[in-house]
């Protein structure tokens, strides 16, 4: 089993700037893939950005250049930097761990984002 805990969450104005992070704790692989997802209310849940286990980092294309994704093998953390926000950002956003190997997926409880204009 795997725990995941989020924290970093809040009210920001636009163009401010928020950083997530997301504890695992429990059964974790050095191939595990680490994945921050949003989703806002009466919308499908959107994949946010994705970093793998040899680093490798993806994003939607709505915050290139604007999100970073990171991760600190030592705590097992998994980080979301976030910078000129949007209101268009504000959403409940979650972190997935994906454990290929063992055909596992794991979710955190969600943080909120809100962003004012």
């Known amino acids: 089993q795997v725990q995941l805990v989020e924290s970093g969450g809040g009210l920001v104005q636009s163009g401010g700037s928020l950083r997530l992070s997301c504890a695992a704790s429990?059964?974790?692989?050095?191939?595990?893939?680490m994945v921050w997802y949003r989703q806002t209310p009466g919308k499908q849940r959107e994949l946010v950005a994705i970093?793998?286990?040899?680093?490798?980092?993806s994003y939607v294309e709505s915050v290139k250049g604007r999100f970073t994704i990171s991760k600190d093998n030592a705590k097992n953390t998994v980080y979301l930097q976030m910078n000129s926000l949007k209101p268009e950002d504000t959403a409940v956003y979650y972190c997935?761990?994906?454990?290929?190997?063992?055909?596992?997926?794991?979710w955190g409880q969600g943080t909120q984002v809100t962003v004012s204009s």
């Open positions: 970093i793998d286990s040899r680093g490798s980092t």
């Open positions: 429990g059964s974790i692989s050095s191939f595990d893939v």
């Open positions: 997935k761990l994906d454990q290929p190997v063992r055909f596992r997926s794991y």
